[in-house]
């Protein structure tokens, strides 16, 4: 019986240890395993894009009502 070194783990492992990159099932667990991943790190993009969205309409809400603040001095001070 041949035996292999995992060296991440320390384990020994024989012939009857499934190898995680051609079985089947290992396949299956990597892919739901990218997947979760993926769908983890699309929600902290929707949170990403969130915050800029909530920061853009910040800025044009304070550019608007400055532009009216300005607006409105620049009326008054104005001779008529």
Request: charged letters at 15%; zero cysteines.
């Amino acid at each position: 019986m041949q035996h292999n070194y995992d060296v991440d783990s320390g384990a020994v492992l024989n012939d009857t240890t499934p190898d995680l990159l051609t079985s089947g099932s290992g396949r299956g667990h990597m892919h739901a395993d990218a997947q979760t991943l993926a769908m983890m790190l699309q929600e902290q993009l929707d949170v990403i894009n969130n915050e800029i969205r909530l920061r853009a309409l910040s800025v044009i809400a304070h550019h608007h009502i400055y532009t009216e603040a300005l607006l409105l001095f620049t009326l008054n001070i104005l001779p008529s």
